[in-house]
C-alpha cells in the first residue's frame, strides 16, 4: 500500500509475524529497500511493483538495511528480476550481506562458543534455503542522498545498534522516516500484536545514539520492518521512548541480578532470572536476550563494572562495582 506519496510499503507472511519492505517510485528512478525472503520477490515485491504500473525489471537501486536473512535472503532473486539494479548497502555489513555463511557464523551462531545458545541446525538449514546472497555493487557510509526524479531526494542514514551497519531512509518531503530495524520496542510482534521475542539490538550505546537521533527529527510518519506503521509526532515519540526504556530496564536487570548473586553467573543463568520479568515472549524465545546482554556485557567490562571469566566452557560476568 502507497502510505506516503510516492512512498509503498510491501508486507509478506513470515510464520506468525511479517516482514516489510519498502518500494521509493519516482518519475525517474525507484528504490527498493530489502527483499525478504528468498521467495518473496517473485511471490510478493515483483507483483506489487507491476499492480503499481511499474515494470520490476527496470528498478533503479536496491538498499539492504542490515545483516538478517528476512532482509538479505531475496537478494539473488531480485537481482534475476532488476539485473540492472544497483545493490548497495553499509561498509560495515558488507561481508555478512554477501555471504549466508559469515552471517550464520558472525550473527546467528556468535553466542554459541561464549554462551552456549545457538540457532538450531534445523533453523540455519532454513536459513540456507531462504538465502541466496550476492555481490553487493556499492558500499555506503550514511550521508548520501538519491535523487529520484522531480526534485525528490531522499537521505541515507547510518543507524546503528541492531547491527553495526543499519541504514534508515529519511524523506523530508513527507517527513517519512524508514527505519526497519533500527528501533525495536519493547519486543518483536507476532501479526496479532504479542510479544514473538525481545529486541534483538547488539550495541547498546550504538542503539541508544540512535534513537535520540531519530527523536531530533520532526517526523509525520515512521515505518519499521515488523510492526504497524507510527503515524503521527505522538505515536512516533512514545514508540521511540518505549524503544529506549526497554534498553534501561535491560540494563538494570541484569545490573541488579549480578549484584543480588554476588557470584559469577552465565548468561543463560541471567536470562533465565530476568528474561520473564523484561517480556511476556515465550520462555524458549528469551535466550535472544543474548544478543542485547552481549553488548551489555562488553560496556559493563569495559568500564569495569564487571568481571568477565569462564567456568565450564562458558563466560561468566560478576559484579565489580
Request: glycine share 8%; hydrophobic share 45%.
Amino acid at each position: 500500500m502507497e502510505i506516503a506519496p510516492g512512498i509503498h510499503r510491501i508486507e509478506a507472511p513470515l510464520g506468525d509475524r511479517f516482514v516489510c519492505m519498502y518500494l521509493l517510485a519516482g518519475s525517474e528512478r525507484t528504490l527498493l529497500i530489502d527483499t525478504g525472503f528468498a521467495s518473496m520477490p517473485d511471490a510478493y515485491i515483483a507483483p506489487y511493483i507491476q499492480q503499481v504500473g511499474l515494470n520490476p525489471a527496470a528498478l533503479s537501486y536496491l538498499l539492504t538495511s542490515h545483516i538478517d536473512c528476512d532482509h538479505t535472503g531475496g537478494n539473488a532473486a531480485l537481482r534475476k528480476i532488476a539485473p540492472k539494479a544497483v545493490f548497495m548497502c553499509h561498509e560495515l555489513d558488507r561481508p555478512m550481506i554477501e555471504d549466508v555463511e559469515v552471517m550464520i557464523a558472525r550473527r546467528y551462531s556468535a553466542y554459541f562458543a561464549d554462551h552456549g545458545i545457538d540457532e538450531s541446525a534445523e533453523t540455519k538449514a532454513w536459513f540456507r534455503r531462504e538465502s541466496a546472497h550476492v555481490p553487493m555493487d556499492l558500499s555506503l557510509r550514511g550521508g548520501e542522498a538519491l535523487h529520484l526524479g522531480s526534485g525528490w531526494h531522499v537521505e541515507i542514514l547510518h543507524t546503528p545498534g541492531h547491527s553495526r551497519g543499519h541504514v534508515s531512509v529519511y524523506d523530508a518531503r513527507s517527513k517519512t522516516m524508514i527505519v526497519l530495524d533500527a528501533v525495536l520496542w519493547n519486543a518483536v510482534l507476532t501479526r496479532d500484536g504479542h510479544p514473538a521475542f525481545p529486541p534483538t539490538y547488539r550495541y547498546p550505546a550504538l542503539y541508544r545514539a540512535t534513537i535520540q537521533r531519530l527523536q531530533s527529527y520532526d517526523l509525520e510518519l515512521m515505518a519499521t520492518s515488523h510492526y504497524p506503521l507510527s503515524r503521527g509526532k505522538g505515536a512516533i515519540a512514545e514508540f521511540l521512548a518505549e524503544s529506549a526504556a526497554f534498553v534501561d530496564r535491560a540494563e538494570t536487570a541484569l545490573i541488579e541480578q549480578l549484584k543480588a548473586a554476588n557470584a559469577p553467573l552465565t548468561m543463560k543463568e541471567i536470562i533465565a532470572a530476568v528474561g520473564p520479568k523484561l517480556g511476556s515472549w515465550p520462555l524458549a524465545a528469551g535466550s535472544a536476550l543474548a544478543w542485547p546482554f552481549t553488548g551489555h556485557f562488553e560496556e559493563l567490562a569495559s568500564s569495569g563494572q564487571i568481571m568477565l571469566g569462564r567456568s565450564a566452557g562458558l563466560q561468566t560476568a560478576r559484579w565489580n562495582g
